[in-house]
């Protein structure tokens, strides 16, 4: 029954007959595709062209469709091949890859130079863009909050309290884990480059400077971008994808002062703590490797620690912690809400949201540190 | 009950699902015949999505035995799996199209895998299905997101029907569509089961498909199968979820 597929030529001078037979069914459409290539490079040749699929003991839309290409191509303006042999049951199944007609082809990209230009000028307003949004996004998120001021009651403390718990307690272990193993590396490469000119002990101030002021916090901001900006896009994102945004919005609710706002709030109040956090593991991982690896005890790490460092170290890297957080959490947002249909966006918006994140991060820390040159601080 | 029928397409036999301690279904037989429209019902959450699932094998079950094809699929290997799993097409609920790929590579997605054929027939087959969906070929190079929930559930019915499966699971395909579309999609259906010898299991609410496309109705309730048989049968019943289903308003706007 389900014998596999031929096609038989027979006739002569103007009369071609061609006759089916087997199962044309998917399972054997390859071969069949050849019987039929094979066969349309008779057309034109002959006046009379009849298909006999009498013999066809198995028929799919495959199959139909290859007969009906195989019709087409004999047929032009002075021929009309013939399906002859068809049963009543196949005869619906041929009427119907009969209605169809050959879309337009794929569209071709082709590349040009203006081509090429037009996408450097689309990516640089791209980053343009990416510039309003952002600013929107902030103004949006002043707007909600001074809404939120006003009225107490529409704050949601509990929305709040749960994104705390996700980005910032669940967030120490790693963030702790991390930040020691950092000041470990610090200060064993201090006191190895360090030691050649005698000065083992300058170790301490470059710990201290560097951790407070720059390394704790900036290594911080950068994990949670990845940890929590990618969670925050991945939700929103998804969200918007299953028109749960939409439907808010419909319920008279604003998404702004519903869903992100506990989401900025919970990430400004947590990078803080984090950063607190991991400036002290940094400085224990430090003061661990200086005292087993440098000899410096800890009573001398101690006192040089407080001579090295002031309490503007400590400010000045606390104080850029929040603007760090809100920056991540706006990027992160304006990412999922940007979020399209498909998920090959969300998994975009995802990775763009991380990168952005951290490239903002770091911006952000160079105009602090000019602006704390400035300041003197 | 279920009486026997010689050479089913699917042997379902003392089936039993239990999510946590929820018993979904209990004990259930179910034999499905060559070449007919197996028309699903029963009330919301009475366990139809998940009794397709599990014989799509989606769902673990707790006992029981599933045949499809006559082949066990607890038992089978995995080429014998995938042997099955070509032979059949599934449309979900919500079409469960591949967002990230157009309509044209989401139709041809299991032609390219399962079958060595030129682009060009592939772009023809892909029309040809389409067309026989009832859609243009120009939404060929939409997303998914940018399709109506109707649209949606035509594209997804043609993706399952990529192959020329011999089986397919319809999943409230009608859910949805309007009025005319769902009648257009009922003739579909029959025009399929007629040409290409199609078998059919639809788990489906809308009265209208029930009575216009399926051959069989079978009811499911507490866990079981309560009737299975014709739509006569079903209007003969005195079961009092089938009176109501099938005497009600809506039953009586359908049948005048």
Not at chain 1, 111 to 140: C, E, K, P, R
Not at chain 1, 234 to 254: H, N, P, Q, V, W
């Amino acid at each position: 029954m389900t014998g596999s597929p031929d096609l038989q030529r027979s006739g002569e001078g103007n009369a071609l007959s061609l006759r089916a037979t087997g199962a044309w069914t998917a399972r054997f459409a390859p071969s069949l595709e050849r019987l039929v290539a094979d066969a349309e490079k008779l057309a034109g040749k002959t006046k009379d062209v009849s298909i006999d699929v009498s013999q066809v003991s198995k028929l799919d839309t495959f199959g139909a469709w290859l007969i009906e290409r195989l019709r087409r191509s004999f047929t032009t303006a002075t021929v009309e091949a013939r399906i002859d042999g068809l049963s009543a049951n196949y005869a619906s199944l041929v009427d119907e890859v009969r209605r169809v007609s050959m879309a337009p082809d794929g569209d071709a990209t082709t590349v040009t130079i203006t081509g090429m230009l037009g996408q450097i000028g689309l990516s640089v307003a791209g980053i343009l863009g990416t510039v309003a949004a952002l600013i929107d996004m902030l103004g949006a998120v002043i707007v909600a909050s001074g809404r939120v001021l006003i009225h107490p009651r529409s704050f949601r403390l509990t929305s709040t309290i749960h994104h705390l718990e996700q980005v910032c307690w669940r967030a120490v272990p790693i963030v702790v884990l991390i930040t020691f193993l950092i000041g470990c590396i610090i200060a064993q490469q201090g006191i190895f480059h360090f030691r050649r000119f005698g000065a083992d002990i300058f170790v301490v101030d470059m710990l201290g400077v560097l951790v407070l002021r720059e390394i704790g916090v900036l290594l911080v901001a950068i994990m949670i971008a990845g940890r929590s900006g990618s969670a925050y896009t991945a939700e929103l994102g998804s969200m918007k994808m299953r028109e749960e945004i939409d439907a808010l919005r419909t319920m008279g609710f604003d998404p702004i002062e519903v869903l992100i706002l506990p989401r900025m709030l919970a990430l400004v109040i947590a990078l803080p703590i984090l950063a607190f956090l991991g400036d002290i593991a940094a400085l224990y991982g430090g003061g661990l490797v200086a005292w087993f690896y440098g000899g410096v005890d800890p009573e001398a790490f101690l006192l040089r620690l407080r001579d090295a460092i002031s309490i503007d170290h400590f400010t000045v890297g606390l104080l850029k912690a929040p603007v760090m957080a809100a920056v991540i959490g706006i990027v992160a947002c304006v990412e999922g809400l940007a979020v399209q249909g498909s998920a090959e966006s969300l998994g975009r918006h995802t990775t763009s949201s991380v990168v952005k994140g951290i490239f903002f991060v770091i911006v952000m820390d160079g105009v602090f540190a000019i602006f704390f040159a400035a300041v003197g601080m | 009950m279920t009486q026997e029928i010689s050479d089913p397409i699917i042997r379902v036999r003392d089936v039993t699902v239990q999510f946590g301690k929820t018993r979904v279904l209990d004990g259930l037989d179910l034999d499905v015949k060559r070449g007919e429209i197996l028309g699903f019902v029963g009330p919301s959450g009475a366990g139809k999505s998940v009794l397709t699932r599990t014989i799509i094998g989606l769902v673990p079950k707790l006992s029981g035995n599933i045949e499809v094809f006559g082949v066990n699929l607890d038992a089978a290997d995995r080429a014998g799996r995938r042997a099955v799993e070509r032979r059949w097409g599934v449309l979900f609920q919500q079409g469960a199209l591949f967002s990230s790929l157009t309509v044209r590579q989401n139709i041809q997605f299991p032609v390219r895998e399962y079958l060595k054929v030129s682009q060009r027939l592939l772009d023809e087959i892909m029309v040809a299905k389409l067309v026989m969906v009832g859609l243009r070929p120009d939404v060929a190079d939409r997303f998914p997101s940018e399709l109506s929930g109707g649209m949606i559930k035509r594209v997804a019915l043609a993706r399952a029907l990529a192959l020329d499966p011999e089986l397919v699971f319809l999943d409230e395909p009608t859910s949805g569509l309007d009025p005319i579309g769902a009648g257009d999609f009922d003739e579909l259906v029959r025009t399929l089961q007629r040409t290409l010898g199609l078998t059919v299991f639809m788990v489906t609410h809308d009265l209208d498909s029930l009575y216009t496309a399926c051959d069989r109705i079978a009811v499911l309730g507490n866990g079981k199968i309560i009737a299975a048989g014709s739509m006569a049968d079903m209007q003969a019943s005195e079961h009092p979820w089938l009176r109501q289903y099938f005497h009600g308003k809506r039953a009586r706007a359908v049948m005048g």
